[in-house]
């Protein structure tokens, strides 16, 4: 690379198709591996499969306003349950079943009759 002759390049190029052609064979082999004693040792796939997924877990860093109007950063689980709280509390509302609208039936139902005989004993 330092020479940047179309030589050395071409030379560098054979051996990284090499290297990663026999990886590719020892991550199938393991793979393979795996695969064929899954049945027996379920432990050791769920291993494999965990070791390749990436998860991140947790809340991020939060911006919310304080009780003086100042725009604050939330970054540990305490602050951010109150910031979370905050929000959504300010958000819904208690109702107190006083604001109802009545409702108009669009439908008309017939009038419902119960005889001795369809009640379950």
């Not at 027996?40 to 494999?48: E, G, I």
């Not at 979370?84 to 669009?106: A, E, Q, Y």
Request: proline residues 2%; charged residues 35%; glycine residues 4%.
């Amino acid at each position: 690379m330092e020479t940047k002759s179309a030589q050395a390049q071409k030379e560098y190029k054979i051996i990284r198709n090499k290297v990663r052609a026999e990886s590719r064979k020892i991550i199938k082999k393991e793979q393979t591996y795996i695969a064929r004693c899954c049945k027996d040792n379920p432990k050791k796939f769920w291993k494999y499969v965990n070791s390749k997924t990436s998860y991140k877990t947790g809340v991020g860093d939060l911006s919310y306003v304080d009780d003086n109007g100042d725009i604050k950063i939330a970054t540990d689980d305490q602050n951010k349950a109150e910031a979370l709280v905050k929000l959504f509390s300010s958000v819904f509302t208690i109702d107190d079943g006083n604001h109802l609208k009545p409702h108009r039936c669009v439908y008309a139902m017939d009038r419902l009759v119960f005889e001795e005989n369809d009640m379950i004993y």
